[in-house]
């Protein structure tokens, strides 16, 4: 199956790329996609045909997300203002741009090359080692280097994006929340249900839904129901990733609604230091509950208009958490036995039998 979805996937990428128009949202339902064919696998007629039938679910994923961000999306006002930068602030931040090209530009070359690849064109420590040819570590210790030469260069700039950010996530009033339960409408296009986790303000009687994919939907279900599975999900593997390489989730925040989505956070607590990692509500959320961390929500989110449902419509949903579990754990048993009766040797072929 992996070697299968590996083989499509660059086709499956581009072709909703093309309806969505975000290489992210295309690589997340392509992702969705994967899920629904794993666990629809018996409904795949003849197998030589795999490649189109993925990619015909991706595409499928696509135009149902296509139309509900575009159900979800304000209608635009006249004469609304200018999100671009004014004409002082684009001079500004055009001399800030030129005045750390020059730092950089004043670095030794091998710190020069580390320096742009890692954080300018975003490659990993393994990548920019590739591409210079020397070690993963050399290149933590050019980078390391690097970041003490420019910094007396660079002080200067210390109270631009970076500083207020961390000044604007201290003045939040974080109010911590639960997830109540995960509800979904009854479409007969299975392709059309939507799926609405419910966060509820401990302590308090303020709610927010946001809708997720399916796939975390179902996910979240399995934990609220108590299910438990043979093998780690993997929101339970990242938990031990976290865990062994000595470090701990110490809390998700959901911090802002921008453009009808919402914006989330783990907190990481390492051996550097904590650190915000960006992340979706849902898988946020889903890791929160993997590894036992609280789930803080910025309050101002609930009196903003939810752009996914309300919460009057949420609860009307007739498939509830439950339900959601239940037909996750008959969709499961279906794939086990499916996997079993193709795993079985003609009869009498005793060294299939042997070899299985």
């Known amino acids: 199956m992996a070697e299968l979805l ?11 790329g093309r309806v969505l128009g975000s290489p992210d949202l295309a690589r ?21 045909r795999f490649g189109a039938w993925f990619c015909g679910i991706t595409l499928n994923v696509s135009r149902r997300w296509l139309r509900q961000l575009r159900s979800e999306m304000p209608g635009l006002l ?16 055009a001399d800030t741009a030129a005045r750390v090209r020059g730092a950089i530009a004043a670095l030794a070359d091998g710190q020069q090359d580390a320096v742009r690849l890692f954080y300018l064109q975003g490659l ?48 939040v009033e974080w109010a911590e929340v639960s997830v109540s339960e995960i509800r979904r409408n009854q479409d007969v296009d299975p392709w059309q249900r939507k799926h609405v986790m419910i966060l509820v303000e401990r302590g308090g009687d303020r709610r927010l839904p946001i809708w997720i994919g399916p796939a975390e939907a179902t996910v979240l279900a399995l934990t609220l129901e108590s299910v438990e599975m043979p093998r780690p999900f993997p ?12 470090s701990q989730i110490t809390e998700v925040r959901i911090t802002r609604l921008l453009e009808s989505v919402f914006y989330a956070c783990v907190v990481v607590r390492g051996p550097g230091g904590p650190q915000e990692v960006d992340a979706r509500p849902s898988d946020a959320v889903n890791l929160a509950l993997a590894c036992g961390a609280p789930i803080r929500l910025n309050g101002e989110l609930f009196g903003a208009p939810a752009p996914d449902v309300d919460g009057e419509e949420a609860s009307s949903y ?39």
């Open 6 to 16: 590996r083989r499509h996937w660059g086709t499956a990428v581009l072709l909703a």
């Open 28 to 48: 997340d339902a392509a992702q969705e996609a994967a899920v629904a064919a794993m666990t629809d696998l018996g409904q795949l007629r003849s197998p030589d």
């Open 78 to 93: 006249a004469d609304l203002a200018s999100a671009s930068p004014d004409p002082a602030e684009a001079a500004e931040i």
């Open 124 to 171: 990993s420590h393994r990548e920019v080692a590739e591409e210079l040819g020397i070690s993963a570590g050399a290149v933590k210790a050019r980078l390391h280097q690097a970041r003490a030469a420019l910094a007396p260069k660079l002080v200067q700039f210390k109270t631009t994006p970076e500083a207020c950010a961390v000044t604007a996530t201290e003045a």
């Open 235 to 246: 929101y339970k593997l990242a938990a031990g990733l976290v865990q062994a390489a000595g």
């Open 318 to 356: 007739p498939v509830a958490t439950a339900d959601i579990a239940a037909e996750a754990q008959q969709r499961m048993r279906e794939a086990t036995q499916w996997l079993a009766q193709r795993s079985d040797p003609p009869p009498g072929d005793s060294a299939a039998s042997a070899d299985r």
